[in-house]
């Protein structure tokens, strides 16, 4: 079955002004630069302790590259789609159709590296945005050795950079119907559901693979509409030394809030304004 968080992809019409943004927030320069060549895609990514984070843009005129576009052209930038990682992708995918899925028939894609030369293989399936309320996920099993992706390598040393990811944020209208796709049609595993009657908010929280999918939900009175589609949003990172962290990003050129407490015990959070990448981004620090 899945397991783990393999990449966030943002989308971006703009990749050298994202890469140099991306840079600056993660303070690490990039594993690979190059792209996909059958989908006609250029991408830069960043390979962090616990998952990917991937800029994709569309170069070519294929249906990969024309449904960035539109991602682009009606949202602007921003976060696109995850990408589930799982050992067995006919295994997996025959799971998820038992569990009332239609994901894609697993394929066989191909990255290349400019930079090196070097190639990636890898098999990758897609659920039917419909049937996951707008929500891009795909599947993939890696079929190439690990090692042939290196870790980035932090820009002004590991104290004062990005190590991993901690959370991604999904926005919903309809937190049981997300319950739903991820607990009993995915099985990923359910580590919290909490409502905060305060900020008039309902969150739920999966683990997978060390990292989270946060699940955040407007409480309001029943409505008779049907729910909007739900909405990727924002990335939440970890760091060791928040303090380091935040002189740098600002160093850099880019604004950031004070930092504050988190909204968990024993975490403190600052936000990096301006959206960088089109992403709502937090940095965090766990005691």
Excluded at 216 to 237: C, F, H, Q, V
Aim: proline content about 6%; charged content about 25%.
């Amino acid at each position: 079955m899945l397991t783990a968080l393999d990449r966030i992809i943002i989308a971006t019409g703009d990749l050298p002004r994202a890469q140099r943004e991306m840079i600056h927030v993660l303070g690490r320069s990039p594993s690979w630069v190059g792209g996909y060549p059958g989908d006609q895609t250029e991408s830069v990514l960043w390979k962090l302790d616990n998952l990917c984070i991937e800029l994709l843009a569309p170069v070519g005129d294929t249906a990969v590259c024309q449904q960035l576009r539109e991602r682009i052209d009606s949202a602007g930038g921003g976060v696109y789609a995850v990408v589930l990682a799982c050992e067995d992708i006919a295994a997996t995918t025959q799971e998820i159709r038992e569990n009332g899925l239609h994901p894609t028939e697993p394929t066989e894609g191909l990255t290349k590296d400019e930079p090196s030369g070097a190639y990636r293989r890898f098999l990758q399936s897609e659920l039917d945005p419909s049937e996951t309320a707008g929500i891009r996920i795909l599947i993939a099993e890696h079929l190439s050795e690990p090692g042939e992706l290196s870790p980035s390598l932090s820009v002004e040393g590991d104290d004062a950079a990005v190590f991993a990811g901690d959370h991604v944020v999904i926005m919903t209208a309809a937190p049981e119907r997300a319950l739903a796709l991820f607990a009993d049609m995915l099985g990923i595993r359910l580590a919290l559901d909490k409502t905060f009657e305060g900020r008039k908010t309902r969150l739920i929280f999966f683990r997978l693979g060390g990292f989270t999918i946060e699940i955040g939900a407007p409480l309001k009175d029943p409505s008779d509409e049907p729910p909007a589609n739900d909405r990727l949003w924002g990335i939440a990172y970890k760091v060791n030394n928040i303090e380091a962290t935040a002189d740098r990003i600002t160093r850099a050129g880019l604004e950031t809030t004070k930092i504050r407490d988190g909204n968990k015990s024993g975490t403190r959070v600052f936000t990096v304004k301006n959206e960088p990448a089109g992403v709502p981004t937090l940095v965090i620090k766990h005691d």
